[in-house]
Every structure is written in C-alpha cells, then in structure tokens.
C-alpha cells in the first residue's frame, strides 16, 4: 500500500522531478566547474611534473611494444616503470599539502551543493505535503521561498549527519569486500562476486536502514510545523510501524538501484539525467506517504480521491 501510493503520487507530480533536475543540473555545473578549479591550482605542479610526464610516456611504450610485438621492451618496461613510480611517488609525498587541501577544497563543495539540493528537496516536501494534505497545486518557486528557513536550518543539521553516515556504509562494504576472500583464504571469481553481492547488500540495506530513521524528520517540520529537535526525536523514535517502513524502503533501494544501473547500461548513460532526479523525488513522496499513514491521517491520492489509514480509499 505505502509503495503503491507512493509510486501513484509520484506519477501525478511527475512535472516536479523536470524542477527538481533542472536544479541539480546548475548546482552540478557550478560544482564541477569550481572542483576543477579548485585541482587545477592545487594539483598544477603534479600534473605539470616531469614525473607524471614520464609515467604517461611508459604507458603508452606499453600498449605500442604490446601492438608491434616489440618484446625486447616489454622485458625492460617493469623496471623502467617501478622506477618511475618511486619518483612519483617521492613527489607526491613533497606534495601532500596541496593534495591534501584540493581534497578538503572539494568535499566542502560537494557538501555546499549537497546542502544547496537538500533545501530544494525540502521545498519539494513542501509541494507534495501540500498535494496530499490540501489537494493543492503549490509552485516550486513559492514552496522554495516559504520553506527557505526551514529548509536551510534542517540541511544544516541533516548533510552532516547522513555524509558521516555514508562514509562509514562505504568504510563497512570495503571491509566487507576484502575481509570476505582473506575469510575463505583464497582470491578467486566466485569469491570475488560473492563479496561483491553480500557487499552490496549491505550498502542497500544501510541505506534502507537511514531512509526509515529519518523518514519522519522532513515531513513533521513540513506538516506539524516541529521543530528541527522535535521532528529528529520523532523520527529517531519511530512511531508507527517500523518494519513496514523498512521494508518499503528496502524495496525502493533496489528499484531504485536496478532502475538506474539497468537503465544506465542500456542508454549509455543518458537516462540517469532523469532517472537520479525521479529517484530523489519519489524517496520525498515515500516518507509523507509513510508520514501520513503512520500518523493516521488521510490523505489526497489524486482530485477527490481520499486515501484511509484503514487501507480502504474513497472518493470525496
């Protein structure tokens, strides 16, 4: 029923994921264009270096001593190469502040778009709170300024918390993947895929796991007017059904992930212009609709047509 609804509400508001994309997609540009910046001037030395410069050249004698059958120089080639490296690798160590602030550079910018996007999701809230709670058409761009402060002071608060959360999810299946083949004391491609999949697994589950803590958060500000602490306690302490929240978002983030590598694959990439932004968009729609039905309130499915928390809809 929760993903029902929730795929129904999003096929109605489909036209806000197009907001929604065009967001990201200036918010995106901006990002890129500074994070290249941001390593051009602070990588300029390394990429300019004649180290780097060398290893490039050895690469490419390679693949052409690997073309011509030149097997003279593949024979030399490893040497040349651990020697190169070893340079290479006494620069970057020469270089480590430098490489160490364009990478603080860059995970402040991520996190700058990443709040910027989480207020335009929040406004989204807003939009779709209002949808199904008044059956009310509410533009982006006035849902966007109404729900500014909120918005800005929930992101504040909530990027940190679920970045440092996503670290250690990535931390755990990288610990997952290798630990998994040392386990079983052999490196082969049935252990290979095995850590693969139970690694992947996890991801999907931790991320399952995160969306049904926090599901409540956004929309309790949004529908009740809570406040940040108010809202996070409520979320935290899950009332409602907790197992049917988990596993409502367990099967949308394998949907979801399915939908997108699937899609991804077939289009070459083109798809996930559409596809990333309907994702986001319906994880929005699905914590109202988990919201409303675990609060016990009724809400709009479409024009007139009210949705019961007894499981039965009706027409008004």
Known sequence: MRFRHSVRLTIDEFSNVFKLLLFRVITGVVFFSLAYVILRLGLRSIMESAELGELKSLVGDFFTALVHGDYGRLRTLPDDITEALSAFAKLLGAQTGSIVGSIIGVCVMYLLVRYLNGIAMFALGG????????????????????????????????????FVYDVLSVLACVLLFFYIPSLLMRWSLIT????????????????????????????????????????????????????????????????????????????????????????????????FVNYYRDAGKQYFLSHGHIAETDGEDRKN
């Open 192 to 287: 290979v895929l095995l850590s693969l999949s139970l690694s992947l697994t996890l991801i999907l589950c931790l991320q399952a796991l995160k969306l049904t803590f926090f599901s409540a958060w956004m929309p309790s500000m949004i529908a009740e007017g809570k406040t940040i602490r108010q809202a996070f306690l409520r979320s935290v302490r899950g009332k409602g059904d907790f197992v049917r929240r988990f596993a409502a978002y367990l099967i949308s983030t394998y949907l979801i992930f399915i939908v997108n590598v699937g899609c991804g694959l077939l289009t070459l990439g083109s798809s996930l212009i559409i596809t990333v932004s309907l994702s986001y968009f319906f994880l929005i729609v699905m914590q």
């Open 127 to 162: 939009v779709v709170n209002d949808r199904m709670s008044l059956d009310a058409k509410t533009s982006f761009s006035s849902s966007f300024v109404k729900n500014i402060g909120q918005g800005s002071l929930y992101q504040l608060v909530y990027v940190p918390i679920t």
